[in-house]
């Protein structure tokens, strides 16, 4: 599996005044094409930050982050929107949809930017929309959409830019099931599944530990800007490592 994703020795520290605050320290991770790895751990352990200093949208960070074997976090500027517009796909937890548009005007703009045809880009962009459960709402605009819809639109945007999918890439997901229901919760996920199928290395931010449990790879627990444990589910998802992270009593039990 070629490495994707790697992160050596990562740290951010945060200056307010005389005060230095350290948000992440000593984060080392490498994610495979193909790979979906969740970030975990209370609010406030470190995971926005981190995913923002590998979506390359913090600076000041010490050690060294790369892409595709490329060192990226001392890379120009112009070098780094390069990078966020060929192999990065980012769907944040606040969504920027065009107002004036459609659900499915808003998932062709990536497409039409890159050169695709109009009657292809609106192919593409509804297999999109129908792949997150929204193939009903397609000429909806973003005013006439719940909060939930409006979110995976969003997602359906960042598929759109990252079509087809393919080793080398990168989609990273902050708390894309935040606002969903239990049953969208699966199908967006789903949808993220079948993106990494494709090849592209993805690393989401969940809080919902049965989630991280059913979909994902490997799991990066964090607690105060450190890595507790990087490993698998069955690994990570033990009762004593989550009380001492979390600071409740949990029990763990094996899906049939």
């Known amino acids: 599996m ?3 994703v790697e992160i050596s020795d990562d740290r951010r520290t945060f200056v307010q005044g005389d005060v230095t605050i350290e948000v992440l320290r000593g984060i080392n991770l490498s994610v495979g094409d193909g790979e979906l790895v969740a970030l975990l751990g ?5 995971k926005s930050t981190l995913l923002q200093a590998i979506g390359l949208l913090e ?3 010490a050690g060294s982050i790369k892409l595709d074997g490329e060192e990226v976090s001392s890379s120009s500027v112009d070098r780094q929107t390069e990078i966020r517009r060929e192999k990065l796909g980012f769907v944040y937890q606040f969504h920027h949809l065009l107002p004036e548009f459609t659900a499915l005007e808003n998932v062709c703009m990536p497409l039409l930017i890159g050169k695709t045809a109009i009657p292809e880009a609106r192919q ?3 297999a999109l929309l129908e792949r997150v459960g929204l193939g009903h709402r397609l000429e909806h ?3 006439e959409l719940s909060g939930g819809e409006r979110q995976r639109v969003h997602l359906a945007r960042v598929l759109a830019q990252l079509w087809p999918g393919q080793s080398g890439q990168v989609l990273l997901l902050d708390e894309p099931t935040s606002m969903l229901d239990p049953l969208h919760q699966h199908i967006t996920l789903q949808a993220v599944r079948r993106v990494a199928a494709s ?7 969940l809080h919902d530990l049965n989630l991280a449990a059913r979909y994902c790879d490997r799991l990066l627990l964090l607690a105060n800007g450190r890595a507790q444990a990087l490993a698998s589910p069955q690994e990570v998802l033990q009762p004593a490592l989550l009380e001492s992270v979390f ?3 949990v029990l763990v039990h094996s899906h049939p």
């Open 141 to 143: 605009k973003p005013a």
């Open 59 to 61: 600076g000041g960070f």
């Open 42 to 46: 209370p609010s406030g352990s470190g």
């Open 2 to 4: 070629s490495k994707i």
């Open 247 to 249: 600071g409740l009593q």
């Open 124 to 126: 593409r962009a509804t």
């Open 199 to 205: 090849g592209c290395a993805v690393l989401v931010v």
